[in-house]
Each structure stands twice: as structure tokens, then as C-alpha cells.
């Protein structure tokens, strides 16, 4: 069974600093797609950025970046400029190619804190 | 509304009482999940339903846990003689399809507390 792995219970980091979160994951599906989503207190889950493992090059959207290592089964969140809006809970998560039927494998969250 | 609609937002029960927890779908999307996040887990995933078909339920803790899904849209989480270790945020999601690619969009959930 595929797992996700976050070994960062928790992370802080200035505002306007880079901060990276770890993810870590096990499978043994050729194809899949992976996930960050970040939750605030709302409760709500916000998809932040996602990759799929055929592609190279790394994902970005604006402030957040992935780098995506396949060989290492590494799948780290960036962080540009922080800003108080980004603490929350995020979340790695992971979705194979046999997933007709198989729902996203979540990690068990990293809680990020802004500093002012 | 535009985005998945969970109901109630809190639900405060005794001990041994039955709850229901009512989730609405993002219009079109024909796959829903259900998942639970205990304090200080990950979610845990519970139950998924995709059009008519049958709903994998392998992730259903126990037999007092089951949902159903009425017309292909609004789903229900019934969880029967409730226990303490049920207390949890219970969140659902929605996904137009079945596939890899597709992003999973989900609700601000419903938060349990056995007491």
C-alpha cells in the first residue's frame, strides 16, 4: 500500500522568508499524481499546487514550488516570500495510476507558523 | 453554492446516540469521498462513491459507520450508537472525475464531539 510521509509536525518562519516542507512517499506504481493542499483553521482543504510523476520539470504556482525528486521519492513544498495568510496545516498526498477506485493517501500534516 | 456544503458545522452528541452528517457535492461532480481527521492525524478515508456504482466502503472503521448517496448527489454519513473515539472532523469531498489528474474539493466539514 502506498504511504506519505511528513516528518515536520511543525515548521515556523519569518514573514517574507522561504520555508521548504518535506514529503516523503512509497510506492510501487509507475504513474501517479501528488498533492499539496493546505488547511486553515476554516477546516477547509485548498489544493495548493500538484504534479505528476511523468513530468520533469517541477511545478510552481506563484509563491509555491515543488521540487519533485522520482528516483528519491521526495516531493518538498517551497515557500517564497511568507505571508501571514500561508499558516496552516499542509498536507502531501498522493494518487496512483490504479486509482479508480483509490482515493488520495494523505501524510499527516505539517503546521506551518508566520512570524510577523 | 459553488463549493461542497457540509452540514452541520459542529455536532455535539451523548455517548450511544445515532448522528447523521449531510454533505452536497459541487454540481457535476459525480465522485464524493468521505474522510475523517482525528486530532492531530491525517485524514483517514472512510468511504467513496462514483456515479451508480457500488461504493468502496473498505475504509469504514466499523460496522456502526455507513453512507448512502440519493440521486447521485447528496450524501449521508450515518455513524449508529456513537463512541467517544468517534469525535473527529469529518470532511467530504467531491471530484468531476475518476481520474489521476483530477483535484479532490472538499468542505469545511463537520466537527463530532462524543461526549
Known amino acids: 500500500a502506498q504511504t506519505v510521509t511528513q516528518s515536520q509536525p511543525e515548521m515556523s518562519v519569518q514573514e517574507a522568508e522561504t520555508v521548504t516542507l518535506s514529503c516523503t512517499y512509497d510506492t510501487s506504481e509507475s504513474d501517479y499524481y501528488l498533492f499539496w493542499y493546505k488547511q486553515p483553521p476554516s477546516r477547509q482543504m485548498i489544493l495548493v499546487i500538484r504534479q505528476e510523476a511523468y513530468k520533469q520539470q517541477n511545478a510552481t504556482e506563484n509563491r509555491f514550488s515543488v521540487n519533485f525528486q522520482k528516483a528519491a521519492k521526495s516531493f518538498s513544498l517551497k515557500i517564497s516570500d511568507s505571508q501571514l495568510g500561508d499558516a496552516a496545516m499542509y498536507f502531501c498526498a498522493y494518487r496512483g495510476e490504479n486509482s479508480g477506485n483509490t482515493p488520495l493517501v494523505f501524510g499527516k500534516g505539517t503546521r506551518l507558523s508566520v512570524i510577523a | 453554492g459553488a463549493g461542497v456544503s457540509q452540514s452541520p458545522s459542529n455536532k455535539v452528541t451523548e455517548k450511544g446516540k445515532d448522528v447523521e452528517l449531510r454533505c452536497d457535492p459541487i454540481s457535476g461532480h459525480t465522485a464524493l469521498y468521505w474522510y475523517r481527521q482525528s486530532l492531530g492525524q491525517g485524514l483517514e478515508f472512510l468511504i467513496y462513491f462514483q456515479g451508480n456504482s457500488a461504493p468502496d466502503k473498505s475504509g469504514l472503521p466499523s460496522d456502526r459507520f455507513s453512507a448512502e448517496r440519493t440521486g447521485g448527489s447528496v450524501s449521508t454519513l450515518t455513524i449508529q450508537r456513537t463512541q467517544q473515539e468517534d469525535s473527529a472532523v469529518y470532511l467530504c469531498?467531491?471530484?468531476?472525475?475518476?481520474?489521476?489528474?483530477?483535484?479532490?474539493?472538499f468542505g469545511n466539514g463537520t466537527r463530532l464531539t462524543v461526549t
Open positions: 469531498a467531491s471530484s468531476r472525475r475518476v481520474i489521476m489528474a483530477s483535484p479532490l474539493h
